[in-house]
């Protein structure tokens, strides 16, 4: 979604679920809770209708009426290895880049369930 979180509208959200989006992946809880929001304007609501999962850990207060179905990224992790291949990097210029692949960690929660017609 180019443009930002206000950018996303219900007539978008419409569209896309009339197309036969049955989830999202939003970037942050931000966009999960304008996706929500959203959706019940249209008379949607998450998980019967759609599934929601976020990236990352949420950046607003905690709500402890949502259970966020996400992925948890290891920044922890990926700032020492950052600072560990730069250290690396600078001792030796002349090696080859590094690229490490961390793995995200999956976190069940309230906003995924199997679309409707898809088994028990």
């Given at each position: 979604?180019?443009?930002g979180?206000?950018?996303l509208?219900?007539?978008?959200?419409e569209?896309?679920l009339?197309?036969?989006?049955?989830?999202?992946?939003?970037?942050?809880?931000?966009?999960?809770?304008?996706?929500?929001?959203?959706?019940?304007?249209?008379g949607?609501?998450?998980?019967?209708?759609?599934?929601?999962?976020?990236?990352?850990?949420?950046?607003s207060?905690?709500?402890?009426?949502?259970?966020?179905?996400?992925?948890?990224?290891?920044?922890?992790?990926?700032?020492m290895?950052?600072?560990?291949?730069?250290?690396?990097?600078?001792?030796?210029?002349?090696?080859?880049?590094?690229?490490?692949?961390l793995?995200?960690?999956?976190?069940?929660?309230?906003?995924?369930a199997?679309?409707?017609?898809?088994?028990?």
């Amino acid at each position: 979604l180019e443009g930002g979180v206000h950018k996303l509208t219900a007539a978008a959200l419409e569209q896309m679920l009339s197309r036969g989006a049955t989830a999202f992946l939003a970037e942050d809880d931000i966009l999960g809770y304008r996706l929500l929001d959203l959706a019940a304007e249209l008379g949607l609501n998450c998980p019967a209708d759609f599934s929601l999962a976020v990236l990352g850990d949420p950046l607003s207060l905690f709500d402890p009426r949502r259970s966020w179905t996400s992925f948890q990224i290891p920044r922890r992790e990926m700032g020492m290895q950052a600072v560990q291949i730069l250290t690396q990097r600078l001792s030796n210029p002349e090696s080859e880049p590094q690229q490490v692949t961390l793995p995200c960690t999956f976190v069940p929660g309230n906003t995924v369930a199997r679309p409707p017609g898809h088994g028990t």
